[in-house]
């Protein structure tokens, strides 16, 4: 019976022994671990100088402190967990700059640390340029435009554009042989092109004005029955009195803004002039006819025509006969 309860007590005590034994086991190893640290991953995040950025990091534990390191830090703050800040300029035209981030999260109890990492890629503002702009131009015209960019990498798409210009989705470049409408007083266009940075996604669109002319031509519209000729007068000075002049002036479709010259090798009569109105002055010293060929060109689209005239020089006329003979009667 003694034996039984010795035995008793002895395994009570012996259970008592494990169970201080298991707590105590618990508690020391609590008490002596060492900080979990968890290595992040890297993301990748552009931005354009200027742009704002804003990331709140989140962790699976309360309580947590997030603080930064690396290069960015200079123009990145944590204020109540939020990182925030104005991506800085890009010193190099068309280039980018590079910042590395280290955001870094601890707790106390337990003590553990976690890391995660951006490469932030900044970049220059997209701009871009025409090589030529508000430019005249004209139907039947094979105009070369080039529109520029600050970067490489980017792609050109054009719209509004009169008919047969297309634009090389490379090199920027607008050509092609004008087929849309044009008019006497030029018609007007404002062609877009959309330049996309494929690298960093930014978009501007660029606008070229344009007018576009009726291709020039000499207009024979008015025109007497001999066509384009003129007959002048030996001796008498030619005017804009059409009793004296059938047919004085070259005229092209389009009125505004048109000089006229002579084509080298052509030449006019003797003692006549032709003026930059298109008008033909002076007085004639030759006889017969003179085919003039003269040079019209349009100042605001700059294209040019060849206008044709035949000037011919007739005698004054006078009798050539006198009567002969007889009594002149006169009358009472």
């Known amino acids: 019976m003694d034996f039984l309860n010795k035995k008793t007590a002895f395994g009570a005590v012996a259970v008592v022994a494990i169970m201080f034994c298991a707590c105590f086991c618990a508690v020391t190893i609590t008490d002596e671990s060492s900080a979990d640290n968890t290595t992040g991953q890297t993301y990748n995040v552009g931005l354009v100088e200027g742009a704002s950025y804003s990331y709140t990091p989140s962790v699976n534990l309360s309580g947590a402190t997030i603080t930064l390191a690396g290069t960015a830090a200079a123009w990145l703050t944590v204020t109540n967990g939020v990182i925030s800040g104005t991506a800085p300029s890009v010193s190099q035209s068309g280039g980018t700059a590079t910042y590395d981030l280290t955001i870094k999260a ?82 007007s266009y404002t062609p877009k092109v959309t330049i996309t940075h494929l690298a960093s996604g930014q978009t501007i669109q660029k606008t070229l004005n344009m007018k576009v002319f009726s291709a020039i031509a000499q207009n024979n519209s008015g025109v007497n029955s001999n066509g384009k000729d003129l007959y002048v007068i030996n001796g008498t000075a030619v005017t804009t009195d059409s009793s004296n002049a059938d047919y004085n002036k070259l005229v092209c479709n389009i009125t505004s803004g048109v000089t006229f010259a002579l084509k080298s090798g052509s030449s006019m009569p003797s003692g006549l002039t032709l003026n930059s109105n298109g008008t033909v002055t002076g007085t004639s010293t030759a006889m017969g006819p003179t085919t003039v060929t003269a040079v019209a060109t349009h100042t605001a689209s700059g294209q040019t025509c060849e206008c044709t005239m035949t000037i011919t020089s007739v005698a004054k006329l006078s009798f050539d006969s006198v009567p002969t003979g007889g009594i002149v009667a006169t009358a009472a």
Do not use: W
């Open 106 to 187: 601890d707790t106390v109890r337990p003590t553990q640390h976690a890391e995660q990492y951006i490469h932030f890629t900044v970049y220059d503002a997209l701009t871009g340029t025409f090589t030529v702009d508000n430019s005249n131009t004209y139907v039947g015209d094979t105009p070369v435009f080039t529109v520029g960019s600050n970067f490489s990498g980017v792609t050109y798409s054009l719209s509004g554009a009169p008919a047969g210009l297309t634009i090389n989705s490379s090199t920027g470049v607008i050509s092609g042989k004008i087929t849309g409408d044009g008019t006497t007083s030029g018609k």
